[in-house]
């Protein structure tokens, strides 16, 4: 191995992860030659396409595949290690045997955050999660090297697996945790740590399981038990529930909002002379204990400025001016399916499709509301909302009736609501599935319409995104 190859290697070595941790932290047994047990991996994953020399490879089975079947295939690929929850025979590298890998991978995953000296930033809320987090990564990486979960890597595998992806380049982690029922974020934030810990709101979620707001605080509220010694609470102080956390740990929580006088807590950071730009964005003054500053923020709806202000609460937290917050906001982006704007020759996509509660479905429709030209909602069905979530479609459907929507086009068995709750306010194109509507939007659509795309994750409404960009062309 030459010399560079060498000291890449010993640059992407994950600090603490020899072999012989490995087995302690998972509580396995080692099966291999006792050289391999001083060795450091540097990089673990559960996908064996993933696999580079000197990986730690976790199988998982999942519904269709099983990926001990892979084993043989990361060892040729210079994996350095496996979990294995079977014995394997004639084993071309050394294994360390677990009751799960699953279960293995988190305690892992804890014993990895123990080892390093980066601050965690850990997010949670009901809505919103995914653009905080995106906000404040933007914010922070104007003064640190930044690491933050990418997709929808918030859960019980996908955590984990952003955790092994820490280095000791990387200062600060902004991890986002998502939860959808009791008991949940006691595991994740066991291996988050957060140092910080940001809930952007207790919304109508995962009511199925969590039962009413009240259980859905209950379940975010996990997290504070997990925390690092003296670590920082940062909460919405314009939600009612989140407002009546004002000590945790024995600290006090730092609250954020809208304005110093409205909501339900004392904000030490809030926004006034808040401006609606449309799609290009909010404009905001925003106060903080270090004084005022401007806040250009380049995502369209108000929802973003509460980002910004989470955001803004983070960075002064570590250490950052208001003049690199100032920076850090105006250069936040948006990701795909999250109120990401997509200019076509014709017309204007909203493309917020990844995921959909009554909150964010609100939110999105004033985001329609304050463009130009034609305004169209195509909205799908809403997941996981318990008992009421006829009633809760209804409220949607009069939300797009108030807003004034010019046209409704909606999908699924639910949404059905959404087509009697707007009446005849604009109009409505209501179909059973997405598959029978897509040829009726697509051949509805003109020059110069601003169309909306939202629905939750299982109706699998980015193809309707790609439908419209496909008639673009």
């Known amino acids: 191995m030459d010399g560079h190859r060498i000291q890449d290697r010993e640059k992407n070595c994950m600090p603490g992860m020899t072999v012989e941790n490995i087995v302690k932290a998972c509580e396995g047994t080692y099966h291999g030659a006792e050289e391999n ?8 994953v559960t996908d064996s396409r993933q696999v580079e020399p000197g990986f730690l490879f976790i199988p998982i089975k999942g519904a269709r595949v099983d990926g001990h079947d892979f084993i043989p295939d990361v060892f040729e690929k210079g994996a350095l290690v496996v979990l294995s929850e079977k014995e394997l025979t004639n084993s071309k590298g050394p294994y360390i045997r677990v009751k799960s890998s699953v279960e293995a991978m988190k305690k892992l995953a804890a014993f990895y955050r123990e080892q390093l000296s980066v601050k965690v930033v850990g997010i949670t809320g009901s809505v919103g999660k995914t653009s905080t987090k995106e906000m404040i990564a933007s914010v922070l990486a104007q003064k640190y090297q930044v690491l933050k979960t990418e997709g929808n890597f918030n859960n019980e595998i996908g955590l984990p697996l952003t955790i092994f992806k820490i280095r000791e380049q990387h200062q600060i982690a902004v991890l986002e945790m998502g939860i959808s029922d009791f008991g949940e974020m006691h595991r994740l934030a066991a291996m988050a740590q957060p140092d910080i810990s ?3 709101n207790i919304g109508l979620c995962h009511l ?13 509220t996990e997290v504070f038990e997990h925390m690092r010694p003296d670590g920082t609470v940062i909460l919405n ?6 407002a009546t956390k004002t000590v945790v740990n024995g600290k006090p929580v730092i609250f954020y909002g809208m304005d110093s006088t409205s909501g339900f807590a004392e904000k030490s950071i809030y926004a006034a002379d808040v401006k609606n730009c449309g799609l290009e964005g909010m ?3 925003i106060h903080t204990p ?3 500053f401007a806040a250009q923020i380049p995502i369209a709806g108000e929802h973003n400025v509460y980002n910004a202000l989470a955001a803004t609460a983070v960075g002064l937290q570590l250490g950052l001016t208001t003049a690199e917050i100032a920076q850090g906001i105006a250069a936040a982006q948006t990701i795909r399916g999250r109120t990401n704007l997509i200019h076509t020759k014709g017309f204007t996509i909203i493309d917020d499709c990844y995921n959909a509660n009554p909150v964010s479905m609100k939110a999105s429709i004033d985001v ?13 069905d809403m997941g996981e909302l318990g008992t009421d979530e006829r009633i809760l479609h209804r409220e949607v459907g009069a939300a797009v009736a108030e807003a004034g929507i010019d046209v409704l086009f909606c999908a699924g068995v639910l949404a059905e609501e959404y087509a009697l709750a707007a009446g005849e306010a604009c109009d409505v194109h209501y179909f059973k599935t997405c598959g029978e509507m897509l040829p009726e939007l697509t051949a509805f659509v003109r020059e110069k319409d601003t169309i909306l795309v939202k629905a939750s994750h299982f109706m699998e409404f980015p193809k309707v ?4 960009k496909t008639l673009a062309k």
């Open 237 to 242: 102080g314009d939600d009612d529930r989140l």
């Open 368 to 380: 329609l509301a304050h463009t130009e030209g034609r305004r169209i909602a195509v909205l799908g």
């Open 37 to 44: 047990l001083h060795e450091v991996i540097t990089g673990a």
């Open 208 to 220: 199925e399981n969590l039962g009413t707001r009240d259980g859905i605080l209950q379940a975010k």
């Open 283 to 285: 404009f905001a003054q």
């Open 290 to 292: 270090q004084g005022s």
């Open 198 to 200: 940001v809930i952007t």
């Open 465 to 468: 995104v790609d439908a419209l």
